[in-house]
């Protein structure tokens, strides 16, 4: 669907919300682990102290893939988080620190080349067969050499991974690789059964993966609903929540209706606009979680009029980022200009965010759009509720210097095959994020541009990446701080893609964040028992 918009459509955002909130069924319970990260906004004490039997929570996307290689969306990197384990691990209330997961202890060689891991003993799949080093080793080869590894430059610095016996790996790298630890820990590389890659392309299978998780997955054929249960095989202390069902609601009021009467239990990526009305409701609590991610407007860099340095100069200057800032999440994200998010290292609080229209003109001047020109903006409607408004707020800005914007809205598959691909797109809004604050995730799909996410979908390449990307990767301490300021300048001077705020996410639960929280890697993570 193709639409020009004008200032007027601005002014057509409305929500209309059911007031009618029951309780949700729930069993007896206590946990004593009281961890649970509140964001930059504030919430409210859940009135449902008692530990549930179930939750269902509901995201925006679906699920096409329980594959850690190819799993990419939201839904499917939160399933992957529940049923597969690494090596490490993110956990309920530690945020994004990595911690131990199948293994128990690791060494370093002193060329920090030569990697050692310990599982831990007696250690079960979700089947209850043995889970030794020796499908680590067969996991992380295939993470390696697998063509269609969505993660694949995380595996660059690895050479080989080898089971010298059933309980210790030994990973080769190819260079240091200080936050190893930190990507072991991603849903990428959660371990599966050395038999699970030998006839990959069986679907049956990948519908339901033995897993070595704190749950396992019960159901799902490729629908919007995944069940999943607690694994009776894990190693570790077994989640509080027996079971946890994750279900697909696009449509933003839907998802606001079934969480006040009970249908859901939590919700990702509710509009801003509905903050009030929640934190009102009696038993339902809210908050914006801050993430190591980024919103932003991907231009392609290679065809006119986004392959003049200018233009894409001009139109960060031209866009009003408090406007969208407040009328997209109530103006609690934070307004950024440059390539780092205000949560991460390589943040620059001196770039400029205020809307400069004068300097925007200028910078138009012997450009292509000097008298005026077309562009359009494409946007995926089931990113969240910003998507569309978000679109229409930068058409509306753009006109302000001569550069007029009709709205795209397409779906998913249309997305990967136009602005995914950079082929057939001029300008995109949408978002990235990693799950802690290390360089390697961001610098790999907003700056790398043969990754699967091409540079942020812009195609920037400047040979002088390379060598960043790679010093920030493979260093620590002053030398990979001076990696990532260096991309930070190339950026500045570049504009490859225009950045406008940190990523953040909405979430609404109606059950105590004391049992199952949105932690800052965007993750779901269910607390632990004593």
């Known amino acids: 669907m193709i639409r020009k918009l004008g200032p007027l459509s601005l002014l057509a955002v409305t929500v209309s919300i059911v007031l009618a909130a029951c309780g949700s069924s729930s069993t007896q319970g206590s946990v004593t682990n009281q961890g649970g990260l509140t964001g930059s906004a504030p919430s409210k004490k859940a009135a449902i102290l008692k530990v549930p039997a179930q939750v269902t929570v509901a995201f925006v996307d679906g699920m096409s893939s329980l594959d850690p290689d190819l799993a990419v969306d939201v839904q499917e990197i939160n399933a992957e988080g529940l049923i597969g384990e690494g090596l490490y691990e993110f956990r309920y209330g530690t945020a994004s620190a990595p911690e131990p997961g199948l293994a128990e202890s690791a060494s370093v060689s002193a060329d920090q080349l030569t990697w050692t891991f310990t599982l831990r003993p007696h250690l079960e799949f979700s089947d209850g067969t043995p889970l030794t080093a020796s499908d680590v080793a067969a996991t992380l080869n295939r993470d390696m050499t697998n063509k269609a590894n969505i993660w694949a430059d995380f595996t660059a610095p690895m050479k080989s991974a080898s089971a010298p016996n059933p309980t210790t790996v030994v990973l080769s790298l190819r260079q240091p690789y200080p936050n190893i630890k930190t990507i072991l820990a991603e849903s990428g590389f959660a371990i599966l059964p050395a038999s699970a890659y030998k006839n990959p392309s069986s679907s049956a299978y990948w519908d339901h ?55 859901i239990d939590m919700a990702e990526d509710l509009p801003m606009s509905t903050e009030p009305q929640l934190e009102s409701e009696k038993g339902i609590i809210w908050k914006l979680q801050q993430t190591y991610g980024i919103y932003g407007f991907a231009l392609n860099d290679q065809t006119a009029p986004f392959n003049n340095v200018d233009v894409r100069k001009a139109v960060s200057d031209a866009l009003d980022r408090q406007e969208m800032n407040n009328l997209l999440w109530r103006g609690y994200a934070k307004p950024i200009s440059g390539f780092w998010p205000t949560t991460m290292t390589g943040y620059d609080p001196k770039l400029p965010v205020s809307q400069n229209l004068s300097q925007a003109r200028a910078l138009l001047k012997g450009t292509p759009c000097a008298h005026g020109c077309k562009v359009t903006i494409t946007y995926d409607p089931t990113n969240g509720p910003w998507a569309e408004l978000g679109s229409e707020i930068a058409a509306n800005d753009l006109s302000s210097i001569g550069i007029h914007a009709s709205l795209v809205g397409v779906g998913d598959t ?58 920030a990767d493979d260093s620590a301490g002053s030398s990979e701080l001076s990696a990532i300021r260096g991309v930070g300048t190339l950026f500045d001077q570049e504009q490859p893609f225009v950045t406008v705020a940190t990523w953040n996410d909405m979430w609404a639960q109606r059950v105590s964040s004391k049992f199952i929280d949105a932690e800052p890697t965007d993750q779901v993570e269910i607390a632990r028992e004593p």
């Not at 704190?214 to 190693?235: I, L």
């Not at 797109?425 to 699967?452: H, V």
């Not at 942020?456 to 002088?464: I, L, P, R, T, V």
């Open 209 to 263: 993966p033995i897993s070595a998780g704190p749950y396992e997955m019960q159901s799902w054929t490729g629908g919007n609903t995944a069940v999943m249960v607690a694994n009776p095989h894990y190693w570790g202390p077994k989640p509080v929540i027996p079971k946890v069902i994750f279900t697909t609601i696009a449509d933003s009021s839907t998802a606001e209706a079934e969480l006040q009467t009970g249908e």
């Open 414 to 471: 249309t997305w990967d095959d136009t602005v995914l691909s950079a082929k057939d797109y001029q300008m995109g809004f949408t978002y990235m994020y990693d799950f802690a604050d290390i360089p390697n995730g961001m610098l790999e799909y907003d700056a790398l541009p043969d990754s699967y996410f091409r540079a942020f979908y812009s195609n920037w390449n400047n040979k002088a990446l390379y060598g960043l990307i790679n010093k």
